[in-house]
């Protein structure tokens, strides 16, 4: 960039240069358009008045942080919450009987399921997608809701006792217990024994590589794990026991990930929702959870 006279007259258009040049062409100094410079100054005013009319500028008061109301006092907070009542108001209905109903008449309702699926879809959005994911697919020790793979059972009343009373929620006398002992950590077992367990585990699914070391784990598996898991590893949803022969695992199912479970133990917390939500959104809750495609 350099700098050119100023006050040169531009020999194309006549009009007056600013005085700055770039690779040789210089920078005329041409007005802004009125229409342009007209609109600048109405929103200038425009913005004024808004100040004033609407809520608009925050402050300090003694009660803490709020912001001026403006003159005509609206509020979007207020309107908001109007049009969520005006929407509960007018589900009232529905969803008392989403709430007294048996979960199978509702579900037998065209009206009262399309309710429940939209308050459920609602209500797992904003108390269980952080952990199940917004469309309920799970991640590492959060079960995934879609498949027909289910701990404690995928029934309708399965589903809603698990809801209403959680997994391992210290808080609710009739939660969902059993934890998986740390076999390593609490020295039942050595480094070996659950290195065998593990190729055991291993060949229940047909990925074991040492056969010595599954013939021994299977063994040590009988005497510590057939309990909860059954003598053909198949699980016990009374128990909350997965499956270990198919391909679904909550924690990994590789080498190191059966190992650290063995080692170290699992004992995932889901919270008991009854004390949260109302019937009724328990009930709906239950109706989607069960409609995404793995309810039983």
Same mark, same amino acid.
């Given at each position: 960039?350099?700098?050119?006279?100023?006050?040169?007259?531009?020999?194309?258009?006549?009009?007056?240069?600013?005085?700055?040049?770039?690779?040789?062409?210089?920078?005329?100094?041409?007005?802004?358009?009125?229409?342009?410079?007209?609109?600048?100054?109405?929103?200038?005013?425009?913005?004024?008045?808004?100040?004033?009319?609407?809520?608009?500028?925050?402050?300090?008061?003694?009660?803490?942080?709020?912001?001026?109301?403006?003159?005509?006092?609206?509020?979007?907070?207020?309107?908001?919450?109007?049009?969520?009542?005006?929407?509960?108001?007018?589900?009232?209905?529905?969803?008392?009987?989403?709430?007294?109903?048996?979960?199978?008449?509702?579900?037998?309702?065209?009206?009262?399921?399309?309710?429940?699926?939209?308050?459920?879809?609602?209500?797992?959005?904003?108390?269980?997608?952080?952990?199940?994911?917004?469309?309920?697919?799970?991640?590492?020790?959060?079960?995934?809701?879609?498949?027909?793979?289910?701990?404690?059972?995928?029934?309708?009343?399965?589903?809603? *006792?698990?809801?209403?009373?959680?997994?391992?929620? /210290?808080?609710?006398? %009739?939660? &969902?217990?059993? #934890? =998986?002992? $740390?076999? +390593?950590?609490?020295?039942?077992?050595?480094?070996?024994?659950?290195?065998?367990?593990?190729?055991?585990?291993?060949?229940?699914?047909?990925?074991?590589?040492?056969?010595?070391?599954?013939?021994?784990?299977?063994?040590?598996?009988?005497?510590?794990?057939?309990?909860?898991?059954?003598?053909?590893?198949?699980?016990?949803?009374?128990?909350?026991?997965?499956?270990?022969?198919?391909?679904?695992?909550? *924690?990994?199912?590789?080498?190191?990930?059966?190992? /650290?479970?063995?080692? %170290?133990? &699992?004992?995932? #917390? =889901?919270? $008991?929702? +009854?004390?949260?939500?109302?019937?009724?959104?328990?009930?709906?809750?239950?109706?989607?959870?069960?409609?995404?495609?793995?309810?039983?």
């Amino acid at each position: 960039m350099s700098d050119s006279p100023k006050n040169e007259i531009d020999d194309v258009t006549g009009v007056e240069t600013t005085g700055h040049e770039w690779d040789g062409i210089r920078e005329l100094d041409n007005p802004m358009p009125k229409w342009w410079l007209y609109t600048f100054y109405a929103c200038i005013i425009w913005s004024f008045a808004y100040w004033i009319v609407m809520p608009a500028w925050p402050y300090l008061s003694t009660e803490g942080w709020t912001y001026t109301k403006g003159v005509i006092g609206y509020d979007q907070r207020e309107v908001v919450a109007r049009e969520l009542g005006a929407v509960a108001e007018g589900r009232a209905d529905e969803m008392q009987q989403i709430a007294t109903l048996a979960l199978e008449d509702t579900a037998a309702d065209p009206t009262l399921m399309e309710v429940s699926l939209a308050a459920g879809k609602a209500a797992f959005g904003d108390n269980c997608a952080p952990c199940h994911g917004s469309g309920a697919q799970g991640s590492w020790g959060f079960p995934n809701l879609n498949d027909d793979v289910w701990l404690w059972g995928g029934t309708l009343g399965d589903i809603h *006792y698990t809801l209403t009373h959680g997994i391992r929620w /210290e808080a609710d006398d %009739n939660t &969902r217990q059993n #934890v =998986m002992m $740390a076999y +390593g950590r609490d020295g039942v077992l050595t480094r070996r024994e659950i290195a065998d367990v593990a190729e055991f585990v291993l060949a229940l699914s047909g990925r074991a590589d040492d056969a010595e070391a599954a013939t021994r784990g299977a063994e040590i598996f009988g005497e510590q794990c057939v309990t909860c898991h059954g003598a053909d590893g198949q699980g016990n949803r009374e128990l909350g026991a997965p499956n270990l022969t198919d391909a679904v695992w909550l *924690y990994g199912g590789e080498r190191a990930s059966i190992i /650290e479970s063995v080692s %170290n133990g &699992r004992s995932g #917390v =889901m919270p $008991a929702w +009854g004390g949260r939500l109302d019937a009724g959104t328990i009930n709906a809750l239950t109706l989607y959870v069960h409609s995404l495609g793995g309810g039983e």
